[in-house]
């Protein structure tokens, strides 16, 4: 299975910041990853697929990048809507798998 | 866009079978979703978030190998449901449990988990 390793696990940001989260895959995903973003009590909700792609009704202030293990996914300027835990996943063979979560909290 | 809604038992003791059923809507299950695939993923904290398998509209399956000798996908096209049956259930499967949809990729975008159900908690305990 493709291991997806995210960093950081939790970060403490501010109302404007520019926010980087990080993800690794354990082999070469070619560009099939995507983000998910999660709040408490909620289903995870899909921000980015295909490193890059917004899916619809997504604010242009989330962007990912990255492509064969390494990815990255920027909020520009953090907004308070967007605190929350945000998901890597692969889609590059089954079985599909996730990183463990990166939590952005509120400095 | 297709919305799910599910339900299903929420408590069980080790042994028994979970079964949880999701309906689609938002339009004609064998018409405007005839391409899509059905998944099943569960979250909790010890293993994060864990994708347990698909079915697609003919009722072809693919299942986690960490999962397969206890897990059964099925399609209902007359009701616009999917189900999962999960056997001989232990406290390890105590979880958060999500249907979702993955529709046809764009080009070579690769699949997706597009909607979400509501998520239905299922406790294992005796």
């Known amino acids: 299975d493709v291991q997806m390793t995210q960093s950081p696990s939790s970060l403490s940001a501010s109302v404007g910041d520019r926010v980087t989260i990080t993800c690794r895959a354990s082999q070469y995903i070619s560009s099939y990853l995507l983000w998910y973003q999660q709040k408490p009590g909620k289903a995870p909700k899909l921000l980015i697929y295909a490193v890059s792609t917004l899916q619809s009704g997504v604010p242009s202030r989330f962007s990912g990048s990255g492509s064969g293990t390494d990815f990255t996914l920027t909020i520009s300027s953090l907004q308070p809507e967007d605190f929350a835990t945000y998901y890597c996943q692969h889609s590059y063979n089954t079985p599909w798998t996730f990183g463990q979560g990166t939590k952005v909290e509120i400095k | 866009q297709v919305q799910l809604q599910q339900w299903g038992a929420g408590l069980l003791k080790p042994s028994e079978t979970l079964s949880l059923t999701c309906g689609v809507y938002g339009g004609s299950f064998s018409e405007s979703f005839s391409e899509y695939h059905w998944t099943w993923i569960r979250q909790s904290p010890e293993k994060g978030l864990e994708w347990i398998g698909e079915?697609?509209?003919?009722?072809?399956?693919n299942y986690n190998p960490s999962l397969k000798s206890r897990v059964t996908m099925s399609v209902d096209t007359s009701k616009s449901q999917f189900s999962l049956n999960l056997t001989s259930v232990t406290a390890a499967d105590t979880a958060l449990y999500f249907c979702?949809?993955?529709?046809?990729?764009?080009?070579?975008?690769?699949?997706?988990?597009?909607?979400w159900g509501q998520g239905t908690l299922v406790t294992v305990s005796s």
């Open positions: 079915v697609n509209h003919s009722g072809s399956t």
């Open positions: 979702a949809s993955i529709p046809p990729p764009r080009g070579y975008s690769g699949y997706r988990f597009e909607s």
